[in-house]
């Protein structure tokens, strides 16, 4: 009996280290890049390519938040407007102002990640660092240069008053 307890004993340790074998992950060689796969990444690295994929992009999100908020938008709030108007003429009615703030949504989406990418790009660069700083200073770019036009706008309008 003592023979075959020190048998069971031994082979419980082989069938642990087998199954702990079994769950480590195999370890996968290196892989280098492709020439297509290098072309790609320098293509995206550049900081105009970035800039303008990001415009389209932004563009296409900012048309489609626009239709969307457009049409839970009802400019239609007085009574006497809606008495005056047929349904057709209310439909187009609505359907141009979702155009227009779609198309408004559209351009503020576009210049926003047109600014944005090209600002983090070129701060990225400089810094030769990809971190947090070059999303915040791009970030910080971003909302300055999109406020300075109403900076400027009332600037303007204060001179030409006479205040």
């Not at 439909?91 to 141009?96: D, E, G, N, P």
Request: aromatic share 6%.
């Amino acid at each position: 009996m003592a023979s075959t307890s020190g048998t069971e004993s031994t082979e419980t340790p082989i069938s642990s280290l087998s199954s702990k074998e079994a769950e480590k992950p195999q370890i996968e060689p290196l892989r280098l890049p492709t020439i297509e796969e290098i072309r790609g990444q320098d293509i995206w690295n550049n900081c105009a390519v970035r800039s303008v994929v990001s415009g389209v992009l932004g563009g296409g999100l900012g048309f489609f938040m626009g239709l969307f908020f457009g049409a839970l938008d009802n400019p239609l709030t007085n009574p006497l407007v809606q008495e005056e108007m047929t349904a057709k003429q209310q439909f187009i009615y609505t359907a141009k102002q979702m155009g227009k703030r779609s198309i408004s949504s559209a351009k503020t989406f576009a210049l926003m990640g047109l600014i944005f990418s090209a600002a983090e790009c070129v701060v990225e660069k400089a810094r030769a660092k990809h971190d947090m700083t070059n999303t915040v200073v791009a970030g910080c770019a971003t909302g300055g240069s999109l406020s300075a036009k109403g900076f400027i706008l009332a600037d303007l309008l204060r001179n030409w008053k006479g205040i």
